[in-house]
């Protein structure tokens, strides 16, 4: 029996898919199949009810599962410690991102860690914020990136920054001759926003409605880039990241106002599940999304 067996075993009891487990572990499907089955022969035990319904451990599964867990986590701290003394900077750092972070906020850190850490292999994926928790809770990834991170007991959050949020509009708009505006100045505006289930669209929801403001949402979307397209045809304002739309203000095709109101920003920050060994590469990823560059 190896290491890997029993890694396979916990990734397809966590995410309850052999699809998922075998992309996390990078074999197919029948592999995980024949993973198990060699585990129950080295165990003489039944691991899974087989159902078509749902997944299920049998209790000799669920007993291997604990232990199994231990035997990795035992593992990997190892694995990390030997690497710290040697002082080893090296290996793979899977990262899941929602869009407008992974798109206008992630590539300079990356490109910074990989000039400074060559060996490591930093791969991004792009999500919906829904499925960057997922993601991290069924050990697809090490890491997620998110805004206005949601509570998880099953996740450590580490705050990155405050992004300012900023109000967009068409150059044409008459609000775009303003410096600034106050919220509440919105009130009845054409507004673009994001779909209803983005953690992004509940935050700005509430700040509006504590700001006395209520605006006639036209269009709405699951990303940022979507977003911005339909205002700059003059759909509609919006609020978003100013970090977002830097390009589209230097190429004047959107018209960026400053929002006087010193709560409207969004907070973000890294997640990666509970209990999980993070290796120097990860330690050092983190600490350098903490820092502004």
């Known amino acids: 029996m190896q290491i890997e067996s029993l890694k396979v075993f916990c990734d397809l009891t966590e995410t309850e898919s052999f699809t998922k487990a075998a992309q ?41 599962y604990d232990f199994s867990k231990q035997i990795l986590q035992t593992y990997d701290a190892l694995h990390s410690k030997l690497q710290e003394i040697k002082e080893i900077i090296s290996g793979n750092i ?3 991102t929602i869009y407008s972070i992974g798109l206008h906020v992630l590539p300079p850190y990356v490109k ?11 791969h991004v ?21 998110v805004a206005y991170p949601t509570r998880d007991s099953k996740l450590e959050t580490v705050s990155l920054r405050k992004d300012p949020l900023v109000m967009i509009c068409h150059p044409q708009h008459p609000l775009a001759k303003n410096k600034s505006v106050k919220v509440k100045t919105l ?13 992004t669209r509940k935050a ?11 605006v006639d949402y036209v269009m709405e979307f699951d990303n940022i880039e979507t977003v911005k397209r339909a205002v700059e045809i003059d759909s509609g304002i919006s609020i978003v ?7 589209e203000v230097a190429n004047q095709t959107l018209a960026a106002v400053k929002i006087d109101d010193s709560d409207f920003y969004r907070l973000l920050a890294v997640i990666y599940k509970k209990n999980k060994v993070l290796s120097p590469a990860i330690k050092e990823f983190i600490s350098l999304l903490k820092e502004t560059i």
Do not use: W
């Open 24 to 64: 996390i572990n990078g074999v197919t499907q029948s592999a995980v199949s024949q993973t198990i089955s060699s585990l129950e022969r080295q165990f003489k035990s039944l691991l899974i009810e087989r159902s078509k319904k749902n997944f299920r451990l049998t209790a000799e599964g669920e007993v291997l």
């Open 94 to 96: 899977r990262v899941a």
């Open 112 to 122: 910074e860690f990989l000039k400074k850490y060559p060996t490591v292999n930093v």
């Open 125 to 145: 994926e792009y999500r919906r914020p829904n499925q960057v928790y997922e993601d991290v809770l069924g050990n697809v990834v090490d890491l997620g990136l």
């Open 187 to 199: 009130s009845g505006q054409r507004f673009v926003g994001f779909d209803r289930d983005i953690p």
């Open 204 to 214: 700005l929801d509430k700040l509006m409605k504590d700001h006395g403001a209520s």
């Open 241 to 247: 990241p100013q970090e977002t739309i830097r390009q």
